[in-house]
């Protein structure tokens, strides 16, 4: 049986939409994959759409190792799966897309993934029992669980069976683009550092100090867990919501300007009367912690 | 609003009915025995009136055959029958010849037909007592006056006995009363008190109360049967206004966070110009809070689904206040508002669940900051145990919730700034709310004086306090410890 909506990763991902025909044919009605129907023009313009993209968001390279992700969408709302998909391509990564569990699973074994985005509800295999397979496998490729259930106790299943992050659906791409992109830096190695530096910005987890430009900056506790995420994920548009998660430990919608205000006040102390701020807000999705230059 | 005011006894339908139906009875009783006593008189008097017209013509028979001692010899035969029957004969001169009377009126002699009067009646033995008597004057051809007479003194002890009836009727149509008022006022008014004790605390948000039915089957049981079931249709319409919002919510949801990634997708494209991307970016802002909202009515929708004992885990309650003051701090200090939190020195153990523990009581310090305290006011956390429950207070010195609108402000979209102009949802309280029911828990408000305490009561379940590390209260997810030093901390 064909699977119309489904494609190969990798090598045969490639070789599939080598032929003119696979162009002429477009399988896929809601146009997931036209733009990669000339592997010539798909190719060569990724970069290009990357950089312009990350551009918009923060005005600089977003990504400061630069490295495109290779991530796995399963998802069976085609609709949905079509537009993550061309989320990711204009972030500049490489997205693959499978549409049942079977198919994913298959997919998942065959390529080294950066990251997984999994639909918790899926035809033929669930989300969790995917993940769970692929760390029989060994394999610890970062997941990311999609589900229409946003209950805590789904979170916690989620993320008890072996995913890494959980994002309630209907969610804003730039949540789910920043969550994937964390992860995929998390499974990086040389994760455990004990210093953090960025620009003249130094933090050592150890000693808990900071330091601009040799100047000690006394933090409060908080304030320290909140540098140390944005400076451990730099580069990375972090969400408020991801801060709450991972600095305060809540997963409640943050309200109003909570997070902001934390984050204006950690501004406050790091790049007040500073040369170069590090600290930036993008719009409508959070916040990044970069060296401008 | 709350609970019914107790009902003043003298203002009660039970006592008008009692002292209406006291006055129509007893008037009803005077008028019979009034009429009875009227009506006995009357057939006396008539009965008399042919008794002494009979005895005139007998008399007067035996006078014109045997001239003035035939009438002598038949008023002595006469008077020694049986009977109340009385004579006195009197001589042309107007000399008492012969008299059971001990007086008469004077003048009595010349009285036409019937004269009721009082006298001494002569008995044999002697005694006078008194009496009184209808009596007839009859005059004789040759000047000789006959008077006949019958005594009624035993009509009058019969009045009197009637009079008697009369007055015990009256005291027993009393006592009757009171007994009668004091049934209905036990029984009737208890059972009308059960009904409004019932509607105020449907009023007060508890639709799934009802109305106790007895099962006797009498007018309060149908009356009862009535109202419980314009409550369960009541019910059923509010639950389906709710389920509509629920899933108006629901369903907006998934295109309103496609609209939104367009957005986000447009604002991703090389900038055209300013002021499209800065209309998009409000947008954006918009969609966010709309989204907000919806968040909110669906969180409270399955919060209030409940049946998720399974997510309650043990948790420090200490710890989520503290956690939730240092997530508030700066925000408080923007507004010079003094956040403070007095934190128990041991860990507040308890079975909870800790996401929507934390949401309620940011919602409750979120409230206190942005419509409680004023500019350089404070807002103050609690957390008491007394070993059954536990009361996390928020307080703030600000102009507090009237009274009446305490009850209202927990329903969803209330808010009580008319125009509904300032920021916010009015969804707040509401979660707050479904957040203590879903622990069997309690949102009180209260008066701060001034300002507004909000109290969330959640009672414990079976297990005690127990002496547990701080880190048994931490989250199982997190591997962190728990942040000590923040809630020593003022608000520097």
């Known amino acids: 049986m064909a699977r119309p909506f489904t494609v190969a990763p990798g090598r045969a991902y490639q070789q599939r939409m080598a032929g003119p025909a696979r162009c002429a044919m477009r399988p896929d009605p809601c146009g997931i994959f036209q733009e ?52 990711f391509r204009e972030a500049g990564h490489t997205p693959s897309y499978a549409a049942d569990g079977e198919t994913g699973l298959e997919y998942a074994m065959s390529d080294d993934f950066d990251v ?21 496998q060994g394999r610890q490729t970062p997941a990311l669980i999609l589900s229409a259930l946003g209950e805590v106790d789904d979170r916690v299943a989620g993320l008890r069976s072996g995913g890494d992050d959980y994002l309630p659906k209907p969610y804003a791409f730039s949540e789910l683009l920043a969550r994937v992109e964390v992860l995929a830096r998390r499974a990086t190695p040389g994760e455990a550092q004990t210093v953090y530096q960025v620009a003249d910005l130094e933090l050592d987890r150890l000693s808990h100090t900071v330091k601009r430009g040799g100047d000690d ?41 909570v997070i902001d205000v934390h984050i204006s006040r950690l501004r406050a102390k790091i790049d007040k009367g500073q040369d170069t701020q590090l600290i930036h807000t993008v719009r409508g999705a959070g916040y990044v912690l970069r060296d401008q230059a | ?96 010849l012969m008299s059971d009377f001990g007086t008469l009126p004077s003048g009595i002699l010349d009285e036409p037909g019937l004269v009721r009067f009082d006298y001494e009646q002569q008995l044999p033995d002697g005694d006078i007592r008194q009496s009184s008597a209808i009596v007839r004057v009859i005059a004789l051809v040759d000047g000789y006056h006959v008077l006949i007479g019958i005594d009624i003194g035993q009509t009058n002890v019969i009045r009197q006995a009637i009079q008697r009836a009369m007055l015990i009727s009256v005291a027993l149509l009393l006592i009757l009363a ?51 079931a314009m409550l369960g249709r009541l019910e059923t319409l509010m639950n ?72 309650l885990a043990e948790a420090d309650v200490a710890q989520v206040l503290t956690d939730v003051r240092e997530l508030y701090e700066p925000v408080a200090e923007d507004k010079a508002i003094a956040l403070t939190y007095g934190a128990p020195s041991r860990p507040v153990v308890a079975s909870i669940n800790r996401e929507l523990l934390g949401l309620a009581v940011a919602n409750l310090v979120d409230n206190a900051l942005k419509y409680g305290a004023p500019e350089e006011g404070e807002v103050n956390l609690s957390v008491e145990d007394d070993g059954s429950s536990i009361r996390i207070t928020v307080a703030d010195n600000g102009p507090g919730i009237p009274n009446g609108d305490r009850g209202r402000v927990r329903e969803r979209f209330v808010r009580l700034d008319k125009s509904r102009t300032a920021e916010g949802s009015g969804l707040g309280l509401a979660l707050v709310e479904a957040v203590a029911v879903f622990h069997d828990g309690r949102l009180e408000l209260g008066d701060a004086e001034p300002g507004l305490k909000a109290t969330l009561i959640l009672p414990r379940g079976q297990k005690p306090s127990t002496e547990q590390s701080p880190e048994a209260g931490a989250p199982s997810s997190s591997n962190r410890s728990p942040l000590t030093g923040t809630a020593a901390e003022g608000a520097s």
């Not at chain 2, 998934?254 to 002021?275: F, G, I, S, W, Y």
């Open chain 1, 116 to 136: 997984l985005v999994v639909d918790r509800m899926l035809p033929k295999r669930d989300g969790l029992s995917i993940i769970a397979a692929l760390r029989e």
């Open chain 2, 1 to 96: 609003m709350s609970s019914a005011t107790k009902l003043k006894p003298f203002r009660t339908t039970a006592f008008k009915l009692a002292v209406a139906y006291l006055v129509a009875f007893g008037l009803f009783a005077v008028g019979l025995i009034g009429y009875l006593v009227f009506e006995t008189s009357s057939v006396l008097v008539r009965e008399a009136d042919r008794r002494l017209t009979e005895d005139a013509r007998r008399l007067g028979r035996h006078y014109q055959r045997g001239g003035l001692n035939g009438l002598f010899q038949a008023i002595q035969d006469s008077a020694q029958r049986p009977g109340n029957q009385i004579y006195a004969l009197f001589d042309p001169t107007g000399r008492t």
């Open chain 2, 240 to 311: 389906g206004l709710k389920e509509v919002s629920d899933n108006i919510a629901h369903d907006l949801r998934t295109p309103l966070t496609r609209m939104r990634n367009q957005m986000e997708d447009a604002l991703r494209q090389p900038p055209e110009n300013a002021t499209d991307r800065e209309a998009l970016e409000n947008a954006l802002t918009e969609a966010d809070k709309l989204m907000a909202t919806f968040q909110a009515l669906l969180t409270i929708a399955r919060v209030e689904a409940g049946g998720r004992r399974h997510t």
């Open chain 1, 36 to 87: 990669a129907c000339d592997p010539t023009e798909g190719r060569s313009q990724q970069p290009a759409t990357g950089a312009r993209n990350r551009a918009i968001i923060g005005e600089c390279d977003l990504r400061t190792k630069g490295a495109t992700m290779k991530v796995l969408i399963i998802e069976d709302d085609v609709e949905a799966a079509a537009f993550i998909v061309k989320g």
């Open chain 2, 178 to 228: 009171v007994v009668g008022w004091f049934y209905v006022d036990k029984r009737v008014l208890k059972r009308i008190e059960g009904i409004s004790g019932a509607t105020a605390r449907i009023m007060d948000g508890n639709l799934s109360e009802r109305i106790q039915v007895m099962g006797t089957g009498d007018e309060f049981d149908r009356l009862a049967d009535q109202l419980n």
């Open chain 1, 217 to 257: 900056i006394p933090l409060q506790p908080r304030e320290f867990r909140l540098l140390e995420f944005l400076m451990k994920n730099a580069g990375q548009v972090v969400t408020r919501t991801m801060l709450l998660e991972k600095v305060w430990d809540y997963h409640f919608d943050p309200q109003t300007n």
